[in-house]
C-alpha cells in the first residue's frame, strides 16, 4: 500500500523544547491528519488539514499541510511531560476511500 | 458524550478458530472505520462501514469481514486465525464517509495462540 515515512523515529527532549516531525509521501493526499496514542488507547486526533499550505494551531501544536500535498509536519512548543506518547500522521487518498498511517514518532520528555 | 466503545478489550484464541469484534460508535456517527495494529505493520486500514454499507477496504485478506447494523454499531470477523492475526484491531468513528474516522476506541487486543 501507499507508505507514509515518518521521522524521527524517536525523540528524547528536555521538557520546555520545542519539537518538530514530519510526514512524507510520494503520493498527492486530500487530507493530512495528526494523531496521538498513549498506550494502551486508541489514537486521538490531534490536528486535521485540509487544504494545500493550510498552517493549523491546537494550543502548543501547529501542523501545516505541504503546498505539493505530499508532506506535513507537525511542531510541539514548549515540549511538557504529558506530550509523551507515539504521535502518528495520516493521510487520506484524493478518492477518500484509502487511509493511511505513518510508522510513528515516539516523544519522551525528561523532566 | 459516550466515545466509541469496543469489546471486548482483550480476547485469546487459537490458530484455526473465528472471532468476533465488537464496535459501538459516537451516538450519531454513521461511519465505522476498522484497523490493524502491529508493531511490525503499524496501523493499516481495514474496512469502512457508512449506513450498513461498505464503503472501503484495505488490502486484506477475505478472512476479515465486516458489517454494520442500523443502529451504527459494527462487527469485525477474523475466521480461520493465524498467528500473525494477533494485534489490536481499532474502530473510529465519523459523522461523514471518507474521512478514515476521526475519533478512535481503545480496541480489543486479539492473542491467536
Known amino acids: 500500500g501507499q507508505q507514509l515515512n515518518q521521522s524521527p523515529q524517536s525523540m528524547f527532549i528536555q521538557e520546555g523544547e520545542d519539537v518538530s516531525m514530519n510526514c512524507t509521501s510520494s503520493?498527492?493526499?486530500?487530507?493530512w491528519l495528526w494523531y496521538k496514542q498513549d498506550p494502551g488507547e486508541g489514537p486521538v486526533l490531534l490536528i486535521a488539514?485540509?487544504?494545500?499550505?493550510e498552517l493549523t494551531s491546537n494550543g502548543r501544536l501547529t501542523a501545516q499541510f505541504g503546498i505539493t500535498r505530499k508532506d506535513s509536519f507537525l511542531n510541539i512548543s514548549a515540549s511538557i511531560p504529558s506530550d509523551v506518547g507515539i504521535y502518528f500522521c495520516a493521510a487520506l487518498s484524493n478518492t477518500g476511500n484509502q487511509f493511511y498511517f505513518g510508522t510513528g514518532t515516539s516523544l519522551t520528555v525528561i523532566p | 458524550k459516550a466515545g466509541v466503545t469496543q469489546t471486548p478489550r482483550y480476547l485469546i484464541k487459537t490458530r484455526g478458530q473465528q472471532v468476533t469484534l465488537s464496535c459501538s460508535p459516537i451516538s450519531g456517527h454513521r461511519s465505522v472505520s476498522w484497523y490493524q495494529q502491529t508493531p511490525g505493520q503499524g496501523l493499516q486500514f481495514l474496512f469502512e462501514?457508512?449506513?450498513?454499507?461498505?464503503?472501503n477496504k484495505g488490502n486484506f485478506p477475505g478472512r476479515f469481514s465486516g458489517r454494520q447494523f442500523s443502529n451504527s454499531r459494527s462487527e469485525m470477523n477474523v475466521s480461520t486465525l493465524e498467528l500473525g492475526d494477533s494485534a489490536l484491531y481499532l474502530c473510529?468513528?465519523?459523522?461523514?464517509?471518507?474521512?478514515?474516522?476521526?475519533?478512535f476506541g481503545s480496541g480489543t487486543r486479539l492473542t491467536v495462540v
Open positions: 473510529a468513528s465519523s459523522t461523514r464517509t471518507g474521512t478514515g474516522g476521526y475519533t
Open positions: 503520493s498527492i493526499f486530500n487530507t
Open positions: 488539514l485540509y487544504k494545500a499550505g
Open positions: 462501514y457508512f449506513s450498513e454499507t461498505q464503503r
